[in-house]
């Protein structure tokens, strides 16, 4: 079951008064017709000369690619409203998320709790996330010149648009609402996507061995080639919109600002359907999956190529899925939360003292990489007086027979495997990076004594316990089960057979 899941595609429809979860009756659905759909998108580029996000450090856009962009839909049952929001962004601090949830419940009316805002991962993007303005202010200087010199750092100004755009979408997608028809299918694209942490010979894990290196063993994680999407269709069978999860970093970075391979897989789309159709993209569990086959024997192709083999080919695999589909209305539509409180590992004390004394010498006489990773503990240490634990929001957002689960982390993709397999949703897709950002949250069996690598790594951006990711994990099946999972339905059944066969095909053969 399980397999077929997974593997096969299904164009299928929840319609109205369908069976729930063997309980509910067809008198609990929401009555025919009330079923609407709203897209919108804002462009959210930022200026030349502004801080390129993705690195421990200082770098800066120089050149302009393609836009990014907020895209926003919102799905109506009639009883109920839900947000699904992508943005193409590194991440979005906590902070921004409650800011914008409350805009936009005041404006629209939709639960803050059922906005899900997820960032795509681009690091091609613009400055909202790293150090935020005032987040080290309790510090001593020396902390304060790491974080706000020598640190990658969120722009107020570009924090400022990005939030306005944001309520801006949900607020147009909210009131251009229209009756609509819906599909939901799931593809496979398992060419442009795959672990990036290996099982050497030494016993460690090691992330990104390189090509040809002969000390690989096996990959040490899974790939998740399933590509998800939601179709929306008007009256006139124009597509609307969609939205399409899929688990690989945004790293491809064609050159300059732009939203990476989204980009690519947007236009993908837009080409088949047409411009008018607002692509949702929706990041899965890709925090140790990335577009670098390090087992490949062929050198990898240039950035720009890259990102659009890797956005073509998604998009491509999202356009066969549509025109699978057999639009009918999407419901119910629900959206449950919890903010779960977990600890942060605290580096050595010699350890920080070590740290402390390398980060006052001067960058360029020590080795780099030591540098910069000194100046994460230094950072954590001053966080972890402030702020000991994390919050992590895992939500669960409902759209007839799929279900949306969240965390706001760089989630191993092992984790949304088990997700879908445990959840008994027809169609379960998990969304990383959304609603805040703890950084990476890789697999208690990447702490253990065959684990290692980069996504282990203790920083300030990245420092939760180890059980951090089974926490989220469990947490967000069992928001899932808070909710009623629709069957369903299948496309309508061809006749009964009623015989005989084609004449012009029930012959023997002809030989002369």
């Known amino acids: 079951m399980c397999f077929l899941r997974r593997n096969v595609y299904v164009a299928c429809v929840a319609l109205s008064g369908f069976l729930i979860a063997g309980q509910a009756h067809a008198a609990d659905a929401p009555p025919k017709g009330a079923f609407q759909v709203g897209f919108a998108e804002r462009d959210i580029s930022p200026e030349i000369g502004m801080e390129a996000p993705g690195g421990y450090g200082k770098s800066y856009h120089r050149s302009f690619h393609d836009p990014c962009k907020v895209r926003a839909a919102v799905f109506d049952d009639g009883a109920n409203r839900v947000a699904l929001v992508g943005i193409d962004a590194l991440f979005i601090h906590r902070q921004t ?228 589909m057999h639009p009918a209305e999407l419901t119910p539509v629900a959206a449950k939360n919890t903010v779960l409180t977990i600890p942060r590992r605290v580096p050595d004390p010699k350890r920080l003292e070590r740290c402390l004394a390398l980060v006052q010498k001067d960058p360029q006489s020590v080795d780099i990489t030591e540098w910069t990773f000194a100046k994460e503990i230094v950072l954590l240490d001053a966080t972890l007086q402030k702020s000991p634990h994390a919050q992590a929001e895992v939500q669960a957002v409902q759209v007839g027979p799929a279900v949306f689960v969240t965390t706001p982390a760089e989630y191993f993709c092992e984790y949304g495997l088990k997700i879908k397999e445990n959840s008994k949703f027809p169609f379960t897709f998990p969304v990383s990076l959304a609603n805040g950002c703890v950084g990476y949250v890789p697999t208690e069996d990447a702490f253990g004594p065959r684990g290692g690598g980069y996504e282990t790594r203790l920083t300030w951006y990245s420092n939760l316990e180890p059980t951090a990711g089974t926490q989220m994990m469990n947490a967000g099946l069992k928001l899932t089960e808070q909710l009623s999972p629709c069957i369903a339905p299948q496309p309508p059944l061809a006749p009964a057979f009623q015989g005989p066969a084609w004449n012009y095909g029930n012959v023997p053969p002809e030989l002369n």
């Open 97 to 324: 998320v409650e800011s914008v949830r409350k805009k936009i419940e005041a404006h629209t009316g939709i639960p803050g709790h059922a906005v899900l805002l997820a960032a795509s991962h681009s690091h091609s993007s613009g400055p909202m996330s790293g150090i935020m303005p005032g987040e080290f202010d309790h510090s001593s200087d020396l902390v304060k010149k790491l974080a706000y010199d020598h640190s990658t750092a969120a722009n107020p100004a570009y924090l400022e648009k990005v939030e306005t755009a944001l309520v801006e979408a949900v607020r147009e997608a909210n009131d251009q609402r229209a009756a609509s028809k819906a599909g939901i299918g799931r593809g496979l694209e398992d060419k442009v996507a795959f672990n990036r942490r290996f099982r050497m010979r030494s016993g460690l894990t090691v992330t990104h061995p390189r090509q040809g290196n002969p000390d690989i063993l096996e990959a040490a994680g899974p790939t998740d080639p399933e590509v998800g999407v939601i179709g929306v269709w008007d009256d006139k069978q124009n597509l609307r919109g969609c939205v399409v999860n899929f688990a690989c970093h945004a790293t491809t970075s064609p050159g300059g600002i732009s939203a990476n391979y989204v980009h690519y897989l947007e236009q993908a789309i837009r080409g088949f359907y047409g411009p008018q159709a607002v692509v949702v993209f929706l990041n899965g569990a890709s925090g140790d999956v990335t577009q670098v086959d390090n087992l490949s024997r062929f050198a990898n192709p240039a950035s720009e190529q890259w990102a659009k083999l890797v956005g073509g080919r998604i998009g491509a695999e999202a356009v066969k899925v549509l025109l699978a």
